[in-house]
Each structure stands twice: as structure tokens, then as C-alpha cells.
Nanobody
Framework: QVQLVESGGGLVQAGDSLRLSCTAP????????MGWFRQAPGKERDLVAV????????YYADSVKGRFTISRDIAKNTVRLQMNSLKPEDTAVYYC?????????????????????WGQGTQVTVSS
């Protein structure tokens, strides 16, 4: 089973920044879209941001546009999520995800059902 390894979560105050990282085994998803989802207690797992394998195209949930940035280091098979101006409502477990579905160099998927590899999750807590 391929494992995605996440890091970077923690407890911060509103307005602070955090950066999450996700590393996949070399070459496993170098031609597949990847992304970040989050799940707050009692809620469904929702999309945060996704990125094409070429890193050319990205997509963000409206709630994080302008505050979060997803990026990808193709050589290192790493996806990062830079989170700025964090709000208490950003509190959730954040999951890295990868899809085994065909992805064009500029394409991505926005449904969690299209992603079949997941990290273990990392907790992000934002206090007011």
C-alpha cells in the first residue's frame, strides 16, 4: 500500500501561518493530480486545494482562496499547502490525497471520491 506522509500541523492563533507537507514515494504519483482535503469534527471531508501533476493548474475552495497556496515539487514528489491568515474555522484534520486516475498535465479532480490514496491526516487547530 502506497503511503502519503504528512507533516506540519499544529496549534496556532488566528492570523498565523502554517505550512503542511506531503511526501509520496518517488515516482508513484509523478503523473497524477494531488491535493489537500480537511475534515472538521462532525463534518464531511471537504476539498481544500488540488494541483495538476505538472503544477500548472490549481483549484481552491472558496473559503481558502487568497489565503492558502498549494504547490508541488515534482522532483521530490512533495505537495505543500501554505496556509496564511488562519481562522478558527480552518480547524480540522488535513489530509493529503492522490489519485490513480489518469490525469492530463493540466488536469485535476475536485471530488474526494476521485482520490484513492490518503495520508494519515495532520491536525490543524486555530485558536481565536
Amino acid at each position: 500500500q502506497v503511503q502519503l506522509v504528512e507533516s506540519g500541523g499544529g496549534l496556532v492563533q488566528a492570523g498565523d501561518s502554517l505550512r503542511l507537507s506531503c511526501t509520496a514515494p518517488v515516482r508513484t504519483f509523478s503523473r497524477n493530480a494531488m491535493g489537500w482535503f480537511r475534515q472538521a469534527p462532525g463534518k464531511e471531508r471537504d476539498l481544500v486545494a488540488v494541483i495538476s501533476w505538472s503544477a500548472v493548474n490549481t483549484y481552491y475552495a472558496d473559503s481558502v482562496k487568497g489565503r492558502f497556496t498549494i504547490s508541488r515539487d515534482i522532483a521530490k514528489n512533495t505537495v505543500r499547502l501554505q496556509m496564511n491568515s488562519l481562522k478558527p474555522e480552518d480547524t480540522a484534520v488535513y489530509y493529503c490525497a492522490a489519485t490513480s486516475k489518469y490525469s492530463s498535465s493540466t488536469g485535476y479532480y475536485t471530488s474526494r471520491n476521485d482520490y484513492d490514496y490518503w495520508g494519515q491526516g495532520t491536525q490543524v487547530t486555530v485558536s481565536s
